[in-house]
């Protein structure tokens, strides 16, 4: 089940529910940069992202940034994670972020990612979604 923290999306309509895609986007994000903190962490998948897309094209009508979380989303399904830094960043402005802490810093190498992962969801990975040995 999709859950957010501290704003469960069912109790505040479409802002909470949009608030929820930001949040999945941003803990997505977080397995592919550098940042000083982070809050929330969800695995990359090619499902998710597709889940993700759906779930913004079935509610564009009702949500603010539409059209930036299916820019992001899309440059993330064909696995490019270029602007993921910028792209986390971006996200933390629309939503009103007051701290720094939290800001991407940089990508994290391949190196960095597979120990993050390691890390935070046991798994030890070769493969990484939006790596391809060039």
């Known amino acids: 089940a999709w859950k957010s923290g501290d704003k469960p999306f069912a109790e505040n309509g479409v802002e909470g529910f949009e608030y929820a895609v930001q949040e999945m986007i941003q803990n997505m994000a977080h397995q592919k940069i550098i940042a000083d903190v982070k809050e929330g962490s969800l695995m990359?998948?090619?499902e998710r992202i597709d889940t993700l897309i759906a779930l913004v094209e079935e509610n564009k009508d009702d949500f603010e940034h539409?059209?930036?979380?299916?820019?992001?989303?899309?440059?993330?399904?064909?696995g490019d994670f270029s602007l993921v830094d910028y792209e986390h960043n971006k996200i933390m402005?629309?939503?009103?972020?007051?701290?720094?802490?939290?800001l991407a810093l940089g990508i994290a190498s391949k190196e960095q990612e597979?120990?993050?992962?390691?890390?935070?969801?046991?798994?030890?990975?070769d493969d990484i979604f939006g790596w391809t040995e060039k």
């Open 44 to 46: 990359i998948t090619p």
């Open 114 to 125: 597979k120990n993050y992962i390691l890390q935070v969801f046991a798994k030890d990975v």
């Open 66 to 78: 539409d059209e930036t979380y299916l820019e992001i989303l899309t440059r993330w399904k064909q």
């Open 93 to 102: 402005f629309i939503q009103g972020s007051k701290s720094t802490d939290g």
